[in-house]
């Protein structure tokens, strides 16, 4: 089975600095690695996904993440946060293995401080 | 572009009644999945259907059932209904032939039973 980690249910940046969100997997088969997000009363809208090929992934609305196999992670990071950013970020995974179902972690909400 | 449509987007229940959930993939999808979304939780996994045959299951009470009909739209059909049962549903679409390809979501369906 695979899961997720997010480090921090909250994380509040300031306008113009860096946002990094942080995500774990557990996966015994190579991990599918995606980020989502989530406005208020909105569904979840995929930012970036990793499938194979390079570990760096660049997203929509200038995020982007990294797999990293050797530390099991796959951190959200946007160099200069905007105060449109702030939402709930959900890291998800999924494998060869499991019929495309997502697991999802707990999630992160970024609060932007003006 | 076209997205995922749900319907309705919100319900009102009182227990022990029934409830209809519906989704309309993205033209052309061929793959549906359903995730319940409770109270300031994570997105867990119900069920998903690959060409109209149920494809996996996940943590979906025997009180629920759905189908996947001929025209690719899906139903969520949700019986004694429950306090606990409160949340937003959410219906995702996946394109056909791309195995692990992406999962677009809808709006949701907020269901607050009373």
């Known amino acids: 089975a695979q899961s997720v980690t997010q480090l921090g249910s909250h994380v509040s940046v300031s306008e113009g600095a860096l946002v990094l969100l942080r995500c774990n997997y557990s996966s015994s088969v190579p991990p599918y690695l995606f980020w989502y997000v989530q406005y208020p009363n909105q569904g979840l809208q995929l930012l970036l996904k990793?499938?194979?090929?390079?570990?760096l992934v660049k997203g929509i609305n200038g995020f982007e993440a990294e797999f990293k196999k050797s530390e099991t992670s796959f951190h959200l990071t946007k160099p200069s946060a905007h105060m449109s950013d702030a939402a709930e970020y959900f890291c998800?995974?999924?494998?060869?293995?499991?019929?495309?179902?997502?697991?999802f972690g707990t999630g992160t909400r970024l609060t932007i401080i003006p | 572009a076209a997205g995922v449509i749900q319907s309705p987007r919100h319900l009102i229940k009182e227990k022990r009644e029934t409830a209809t959930l519906k989704c309309y993939p993205i033209?052309?999808?061929?793959?549906v999945y359903w995730y319940q979304q409770g109270p300031g939780q994570d997105p867990q996994f119900l069920i998903s259907?690959?060409?109209?045959?149920?494809?996996d299951k996940g943590s979906i009470p025997d009180r629920f059932s759905a189908q996947q009909f001929s025209d690719y739209h899906s139903e969520l059909n949700m019986s004694s209904l429950e306090l606990g049962d409160s949340a937003l549903y959410f219906c995702a679409s996946s394109s056909p032939g791309q195995y692990l390809d992406t999962q677009y979501f809808g709006p949701g369906t907020r269901l607050t039973v009373l």
């Open positions: 033209p052309r999808h061929d793959t």
């Open positions: 259907f690959y060409e109209k045959m149920q494809s």
């Open positions: 998800a995974v999924t494998t060869l293995f499991g019929n495309e179902k997502l697991t």
């Open positions: 990793y499938t194979t090929g390079a570990t």
